[in-house]
Antibody, heavy 125, light 110 residues
Framework: QEQLQESGPGLVKPAATLSLICTVS??????????WGWIRQPPGKGLEWIGS???????FYNPSLESRVTISVDTSKKQVSLKLRSVTTADTAVYYC?????????????????WGRGTLVSVSS | QSVLTQPPSASGTPGQRVTISCSGS????????VNWYQQFPGTAPKLLIY???QRPSGVPDRFSGSKSGTSASLAISGLQSDDEADYYC???????????FGGGTTVTVL
């Protein structure tokens, strides 16, 4: 069964770096047709895309967060990581990793068909 | 403030048809495909509709999507109590260079 599992600290101090890992199981992270994204949801609010990465390391970032975000992939560990620098209380949210596919011709589809359960990260001193 | 605009709530009685609107612009809905997600409290979103009106395996055909110009709609026919959830629309935005979401609509079964 394909699964995504987010992990990382649930509490981060202001101005610090938020670091999360998404572990892929039951699916091949190296399959060329898949991209792996991070999406967050502040408590009681809507969804915001943070960025995505391919198995080969091609990245796409939300322009509003790009200056603070780094997404990387480790195919040997079947993990995708997220780093968000200089966090503030506005970064408090449930962080999800999710998969989105691409076509055989390389066209990227921006619908997320597999999601992790999410992990709540609170930014507080 | 979400890029795509949805009504905060919608409701209906069991068996009714409920429609949720999603308003955007030429840079998103007007020129790209629309996707819909269903989210129950405390759980992750689930893909409900992709590429306007395609359903992933396991999603009942009571759910359908449509688009007209810069707006899209999700219809739920034969409303059931299990359909009580939040629903989000999403689309790629050419100007923002990324996928954007609506603010979500909470569906209540009366």
């Amino acid at each position: 069964q394909e699964q995504l599992q987010e992990s990382g600290p649930g509490l981060v101090k202001p101005a610090a770096t938020l670091s999360l890992i998404c572990t892929v199981s039951g699916a091949s992270i190296s399959r060329g047709s898949d991209y792996w994204g991070w999406i967050r949801q502040p408590p009681g609010k809507g969804l915001e895309w943070i960025g995505s990465i391919s198995h080969a390391g091609r990245t796409f970032y939300n322009p509003s967060l790009e200056s603070r975000v780094t997404i990387s992939v480790d195919t040997s560990k079947k993990q995708v990581s997220l780093k968000l620098r200089s966090v503030t209380t506005a970064d408090t949210a449930v962080y999800y990793c999710a998969r989105h596919p691409s076509s055989v011709t390389g066209w990227i589809y921006w619908y997320f068909d597999l999601w992790g359960r999410g992990t709540l990260v609170s930014v507080s001193s | 403030q979400s890029v795509l605009t949805q009504p905060p709530s919608a409701s209906g009685t069991p068996g009714q048809r409920v429609t949720i609107s999603c308003s955007g612009s030429t840079s998103n809905i007007g020129s790209n495909t629309v996707n819909w997600y269903q989210q129950f409290p405390g759980t992750a979103p689930k893909l409900l509709i992709y590429n306007y009106n395609q359903r992933p395996s396991g999603v009942p055909d009571r759910f359908s999507g449509s688009k007209s110009g810069t707006s899209a709609s999700l219809a739920i026919s034969g409303l059931q109590s299990d359909d009580e959830a939040d629903y989000y629309c999403a689309a790629w935005d050419d100007t923002l260079s990324g996928p954007v979401f609506g603010g979500g609509t909470t569906v209540t079964v009366l």
